[in-house]
């Protein structure tokens, strides 16, 4: 994952206000597997911005895959 990269939430995060499926972009990389990540409505205004590691987010994408792509790392 890198820095605006589009992702999804993996888990319930209810203190943070965050649940699975919320989508966010990457907006800071802090450490290899660390990320600032931006959840924002559908008109664009930002309503939180956590610091969340890689194994809580599923990176999304918006167009077909190679197959060696899917593999998880």
């Known amino acids: 994952m890198k820095l605006l990269d589009v992702v999804a939430l993996l888990e ?3 203190q943070l206000g965050l649940y699975r499926g919320q989508v966010g ?3 800071e990389v802090y450490e290899p597997n660390v990320f600032e990540v931006e959840f924002s409505d559908t008109s664009g205004l930002a309503y939180t911005i956590e610091i969340l590691q890689e194994n809580q987010l599923m990176l999304l ?4 895959l190679e197959s060696q792509k899917l593999t998880a790392k």
């Open 61 to 64: 994408h918006h167009s077909p």
């Open 12 to 14: 319930d995060l209810p």
């Open 25 to 27: 972009t990457i907006v």
